[in-house]
C-alpha cells in the first residue's frame, strides 16, 4: 500500500503524542502482590522490547534511504522496491519550525487525552481509538510487508495493476482528488494485514499489538525525514524536556498510558515462561521512543551516503548509543522501581556519539552543513530558474 494510506506525517505524529514514556511500565510495584516476575521472565520481557525496538529502526533508516532516492526521482517508481509509485507516496520532511512547535502540540494533546478521560467514559473512547487505529494499522502493516512480498512472489505470478482514481469537472477543468495506483500484491497484503487487525479489534491479543506498533515505528522512522542534524537536535532537545516534565512533573502521562488502549506502545509479557501466550503482565515501551530517535539515527545514515565513503560510521554509532541509553534506561527503572522517561537517557547519547564521532574525524562542520531540501521547495527552486530562460525567450 501507499504510504499516503497508511498515514500522514501529522496522523503519525498525533499517535506518538499520546505515547507514554512510561517506557518499561511500573507493573511490578503495582501488582507485586499478585504477580513477581521471575528474573528469567524479566530479562527476556526486557531483551524482547530491546529487540523489537532496534528492528524498526535498523529496517526503516534502510528504507528511509530508498525513500529519499525516490523522492530525488520526483516520485518515479522503485524497480527494487515497488512502493513509491504515487506523487503522493513522498516522504514529509519535518523542519526547524516544525520541530519547535511540536513538544507544545504534543503536550496539548496529551493534556487533552488526559482530560478526556477524565470527563468521558474510558470504554466508548477506548472503542473509537480501536476503530481509528485499526485502520491506521492495517494500513501501515500492508505497507510494511510490500516490499517482502515484491521477494517472496516469483517473476511468473500474475500481478495484475490497479488504479483508483477520483476526479472532478471535465475536460481541461478536470482536476484529480485521488490518483492511486496498486497492484494484485498490494491487494494481498491488505487482506494478512485485515486479518490481523480483526485479531486486534476482538481480542486485543499483545501479538496483533505489537505487529501494528512495529508497522508504525517503521513507518515513522521511513516516512518521517529531517532536514538536517539541527532541526533533529531541537526535535529532541524540545521532547526531552517534554518527557521529563510529564514524567516526573506530574502524573498525566501515566494515567493517559493506563487509559489509553491503542497499539502506539509494544508490550512483551514478563510472565511468559509460566503462563504461555496468554499471559497478562508486561512491560512496554512506548513508540515516542523508537520513532524520534529513529528518525535522527535515520537521517545520520543518509548523511552517511551521502559522504559516498562507504561506510556507515554515524549511522552505527548513534545506533549503538540508543542501544545504550536504552539498556540504561532499563537498568535504572528497575533498580529504582519507577516508571522512566527513557528520553531522559536517550536523546544526550544519540545526539552525543555522533558528534563525539565527528569531531575526531573532523567530519563535524560538514554534518551541520548537511541538509534535504524538501520536495517543494526543490520545486520552487527549478521554476525559479527557468524564468530568466523565459524572459529571455
Known amino acids: 500500500m501507499s504510504d499516503a494510506e497508511v498515514a500522514s506525517a501529522p496522523e503519525i505524529l498525533e499517535a506518538l503524542t499520546a505515547n507514554v ?64 509509485r504515487n506523487a503522493s507516496d513522498m516522504p514529509e520532511t519535518i523542519t526547524s519550525r516544525d520541530a519547535a512547535r511540536f513538544p507544545i502540540i504534543a503536550s496539548c494533546t496529551l493534556f487533552g487525552l488526559y482530560l478526556f478521560f ?23 502493516l500492508s505497507h510494511t510487508m510490500s516490499p517482502l512480498m515484491n521477494k517472496i512472489f516469483p517473476d511468473s505470478f500474475p500481478n495484475k495493476q490497479f488504479q483508483l482514481l477520483f476526479a472532478q469537472g471535465s475536460g481541461e477543468a478536470k482536476e484529480e482528488i485521488v490518483n492511486y495506483e496498486f497492484d494484485t500484491k498490494n491487494l494481498i497484503c491488505l487482506l494478512i494485514s485485515t486479518v490481523v487487525g480483526v485479531w486486534y479489534l476482538l481480542k486485543k ?6 505487529l501494528f506498533g512495529l508497522a508504525f515505528a517503521l513507518n515513522g522512522v521511513e516516512l518521517l525525514h529531517l ?50 501466550l496468554g499471559a497478562s503482565q508486561f512491560a512496554m515501551l512506548g513508540l515516542g521512543d523508537i520513532v524520534i530517535p529513529g528518525i535522527f539515527i535515520a537521517l545520520l545514515l543518509r548523511f552517511d551516503v551521502s559522504l559516498k565513503k562507504n561506510s556507515r560510521t554515524y549511522f552505527y554509532s548513534s545506533f549503538l548509543a540508543y542501544i545504550f541509553g536504552l539498556g540504561l534506561t532499563i537498568w535504572v527503572m528497575h533498580t529504582f522501581k519507577h516508571a522512566q522517561p527513557a528520553l531522559l537517557y536517550l536523546v544526550p547519547a544519540c545526539i552525543g556519539f555522533p558528534l563525539i564521532v565527528a ?27 527557468s524564468e530568466p530562460d523565459k524572459k529571455d525567450q
Open 359 to 385: 569531531l575526531i574525524r573532523g567530519e563535524l562542520t560538514e554534518m551541520l552543513r548537511y541538509e534535504e531540501t524538501p520536495p517543494e521547495e526543490e520545486g520552487d527552486k527549478v521554476d525559479e530558474s
Open 118 to 140: 477524565k470527563v468521558f467514559s474510558q470504554e466508548y473512547i477506548n472503542m473509537l481509538l480501536s476503530v481509528y487505529f485499526f485502520g491506521l494499522g492495517v494500513l501501515a
Open 227 to 276: 532536514n538536517n542534524v539541527s532541526t533533529g537536535c531541537i526535535l529532541l532537545g524540545g521532547l526531552f524536556i517534554y518527557d521529563v516534565f510529564w514524567v516526573f512533573g506530574t502524573n498525566v502521562m501515566v494515567t493517559v498510558a493506563k487509559s489509553f488502549e491503542a497499539p502506539i506502545k509494544l508490550v512483551f509479557p514478563q510472565d511468559l515462561l509460566e503462563k504461555g
Open 21 to 84: 514514556t512510561e517506557n518499561v511500565t511500573d507493573a511490578l510495584n503495582a501488582t507485586a502482590a499478585k504477580f513477581v516476575a521471575t528474573p528469567e521472565g524479566t530479562a527476556l520481557a526486557y531483551g524482547s522490547l530491546v529487540i523489537m525496538a532496534l528492528l524498526p529502526i535498523f529496517f526503516g533508516a534502510l528504507r528511509s534511504v530508498t525513500c529519499s532516492k525516490s523522492k530525488e526521482l520526483n516520485g518515479d517508481n522503485d524497480s527494487d522496491t515497488g512502493y513509491y
Open 205 to 210: 491479543h499483545w501479538i496483533a499489538n505489537n
